[in-house]
Structure formats: C-alpha cells, structure tokens
T-cell receptor
C-alpha cells in the first residue's frame, strides 16, 4: 500500500535553532518527492521537488535530502526564524498515470518561539 | 504576477444548498488540480485537469461533487446537495506539465473555507 508518513507530528523550537523533519514513504514506483510549506490560512507553497537521482536540494535555509534506497527524506531548516512557523507537508508522486499518483503526508506542525 | 485566484474565500451555507467554488489558474499553466483539506484527513486530491480535460476524478468523493473547466482560465467545483461532512478547505492549484509526476511545482490558491450547517 502506498503511504507517506511524517514525523514528528508537531515540533517547537527556539528561534535561531536548527531542526529536521522526516518523511518516510512506501510509494512505488517512485517519481518525485515534494516538500511544501503551508502557513495558517494560506495554500501550500512548494519548497523543493526531488527526483530519484537527486540526493540533496536546497532552497535558502531549507535543505531537503532523499535516500531512494531506504525511501526516506528529510527537510532541514537552518537558523530558524519566526516566519518558519507553519505546517510542512511531504508529497510523493508515483510513476503512474492518473491523478491518483500523488500521496500526501499529514504534515509536521512547526512552531518557532522567540 | 497573479497567482492562483480562488473565490469565495469563505462560504457558509445550510445543508442541501448548492455550493459553487471558483478558480482562476496561473496564465499559461496547463494542469489544474482541486484539493480538499481537513484536520482528520489532511490534503486529498479530488480531480485533475490537463489542457481543460478531466484526466482522473477518482478522488471525487461521490456524485454530489462535480468539476468543470470550460476554458484554460476558469474552473468550478460544485457540490449539490451539500452536507455538513463536506465542510473543509478546498484548494485549487495549477502547474505546467502533466500530472503529479511532472517535475514542475504546483502553485496553490489560498483556498475556500466551506462550512455547511
């Protein structure tokens, strides 16, 4: 069964600290993995998209890693800011036709406190 | 550049009423997606259009839901009759390329918060 699991469910960190969010998946065959940031009351915003051959991809203070062998991805946030407070959603795409090739994690709720 | 535009931002209506949600995708994008988000189930893909044609509607929960894309710049999601369990935030997204396995990012609107009383 194709699934995406994220951990932790929620996380509170101090401003300026680093943190790492995890995404494990069982989706097969794999096409790509996306990380989205969703602020409260807003739509998700794409942070990174990684294909099978990519191990690391950065977007400013956000760095995503992908291990296709173990089917794990992480999102590392460096020097956190208050504006990083949001939900982070991992989405894995299967290499198959049709709209039902997208599998969603339930997200990690990150709170950055001063 | 204008992003994906959804209307209305909020909708409150009584069960049994017809609800129509609207979406204007980013100009030039050829794929459009409708999603539903709830606390219990997270984000769920309802339907996906490519070049105005519905490609897969397997995520549409039941016949009460229907979606149309009459042209490249407009889409609607309709619920008739509405029920309290339809209460959720509905997002529209657009992208270049074809489907979820395109490596192009999806651009989301800010959603319609729907409450069915």
């Amino acid at each position: 069964k194709n699934q995406v699991e994220q951990s932790p469910q929620s996380l509170i960190i101090l401003e300026g600290k680093n943190c790492t969010l995890q995404c494990n998946y069982t989706v097969s065959p794999f096409s790509n993995l996306r990380w989205y940031k969703q602020d409260t009351g807003r739509g998700p915003v794409s942070l990174t998209i990684m294909t099978f051959s990519e191990n690391t991809k950065s977007n400013g203070r956000y760095t995503a890693t992908l291990d296709a062998d173990t089917k794990q991805s992480s999102l590392h946030i460096t020097a956190s800011q208050l504006s990083d407070s949001a939900s982070y959603i991992c989405v894995v795409s299967a290499a198959q036709t049709g709209a039902n090739n997208l599998f969603f994690g339930t997200g990690t709720r990150l709170t950055v406190i001063p | 550049d204008a992003g994906v535009i959804q209307s209305p931002r909020h909708e409150v209506t009584e069960m049994g009423q017809e609800v129509t949600l609207r979406c204007k995708p980013i100009s030039g994008h050829n794929s459009l997606f409708w999603y539903r988000q709830t606390m219990m189930r997270g984000l769920e893909l309802l339907i996906y259009f490519n070049n105005n044609v519905p490609i897969d509607d397997s995520g549409m929960p039941e016949d009460r839901f229907s979606a149309k894309m009459p042209n490249a710049s407009f889409s609607t999601l309709k619920i008739q009759p509405s029920e309290p369990r339809d209460s959720a935030v509905y997002f529209c997204a657009s992208s270049l390329g074809r489907g979820g396995y395109s490596n192009q990012p999806q651009h989301f609107g800010d959603g319609t918060r729907l409450s069915i009383l």
